[in-house]
C-alpha cells in the first residue's frame, strides 16, 4: 500500500498497530481515545461495587438453592481504599464516582505530572507497591506496553492485603493469570472482576475460566450505542484532517516531515 497515508484506530489501544513501520513509512496513526471513558468508568465501578456488595456471588448462591448472606458477607463501600494503576483519562473518570459513593482514591502513574493529580482528591502513591499494600480494592488503567506486560505478577499480588479485590479493564496481558490464580486459591485475594483476558475469546478450558470468586465480562466495558458511533466519527475525521492537509487530533505516530511544518495529505 505505497499511498496510506494514515491508520485511524477506532479505539483507545494502539498495541495492535505497527507503530514502528508506520513511523518508518511516514504514516500518521491516530487513536479514538476518550471515546468510552464514561463508559469504562461506569463498567469499572460496577464491577468493584458488584465485588464489594457480593451482587453475582450472591445471585449464584439463590439460584443454587441458598438463602443467606453471612457466607458472603457483603462489605461497606464507603470508605473503602481504592488503589488505581495509571491516572489517564479513565481512571481520573473512575476516581470521580468512587469519590461520589465516598471512598478513598489513591493512584500511581509514574508516567502523569503532579498537575493532574492536584485538585483531583486522590493520593499520589510514590510507588507501585505502596499503593497495592494499602488498598481494599486495586483496578489497573494502562496501556500495554513493554513495559507493563505482566506489570501484576506473584511478587505484586503478595503485597496485596489478605482479602482485597483486584480489577481490570485495560489489557488482559497486564495481570499474569496464573498468579491471579494462586492469589484468589491461597485467600489472599477475595475476589477479582476481569473484563479482558490475555487470549480472547477464551478457548475451551482456557485457566481465566476456571479463576475461583471471579466476574468475567468479555471485554464489554467500552461498549454503548453511542461509544460505538462515536469512535467511528473520530476516525472518520482524522481521516478527512488528512487528506485536507491539516493535522488531525489524537495523534499517536506523526510523519517526520510534519516537524518542518509540512503537513502531507492524500493525492
Do not use: K, N
Not at 477506532?10 to 507503530?19: K, N, Y
Not at 468512587?98 to 478513598?104: F, G, K, P, Q, R
Amino acid at each position: 500500500m505505497p499511498d496510506l497515508r494514515i491508520v485511524a484506530v477506532t479505539s483507545t489501544g494502539v498495541d495492535h498497530v505497527p507503530l514502528a513501520a508506520a513511523r518508518w513509512r511516514g504514516i500518521w496513526v491516530t487513536s479514538s481515545a476518550g471515546y468510552c471513558t464514561e463508559e469504562v468508568a461506569d463498567h469499572t465501578l460496577a464491577l468493584a461495587v458488584g465485588l464489594l456488595r457480593a451482587v453475582t456471588a450472591l445471585d449464584r448462591r439463590v439460584r443454587a438453592g441458598h438463602w443467606d448472606v453471612g457466607a458472603l458477607r457483603p462489605r461497606r463501600v464507603a470508605g473503602t481504599r481504592w488503589g488505581l494503576v495509571g491516572f489517564g483519562r479513565i481512571a481520573r473518570a473512575v476516581a470521580a464516582r468512587a469519590h461520589a459513593l465516598a471512598m478513598v482514591t489513591a493512584s500511581w502513574d509514574p508516567s502523569v505530572p503532579d498537575g493532574l493529580f492536584a485538585g483531583a482528591g486522590t493520593r499520589r502513591a510514590a510507588d507501585l507497591a505502596g499503593l497495592l499494600a494499602g488498598s481494599d480494592v486495586v483496578s489497573v488503567h494502562l496501556p500495554l506496553t513493554a513495559a507493563t506486560r505482566g506489570l501484576l505478577g506473584v511478587a505484586e499480588l503478595a503485597t496485596m492485603p489478605a482479602g482485597s479485590y483486584l480489577g481490570y479493564v485495560a489489557r488482559g496481558e497486564l495481570v499474569d493469570v496464573a498468579a491471579l490464580d494462586a492469589a484468589l486459591r491461597s485467600g489472599r485475594l477475595a475476589g477479582a472482576a476481569l473484563d479482558v483476558l490475555p487470549v480472547e475469546p477464551p478457548p475451551p478450558g482456557d485457566p481465566a475460566l476456571s479463576l475461583p470468586r471471579t466476574v468475567l465480562t468479555p471485554h464489554a466495558a467500552w461498549y454503548s450505542e453511542r461509544a460505538l458511533a462515536l469512535a467511528y466519527e473520530w476516525a472518520a475525521a482524522t481521516i478527512a484532517d488528512v487528506l485536507a492537509g491539516r493535522r488531525p487530533e489524537r495523534v499517536v505516530v506523526e510523519p517526520a516531515a510534519t516537524a518542518a511544518g509540512q503537513l502531507p495529505g492524500m493525492t
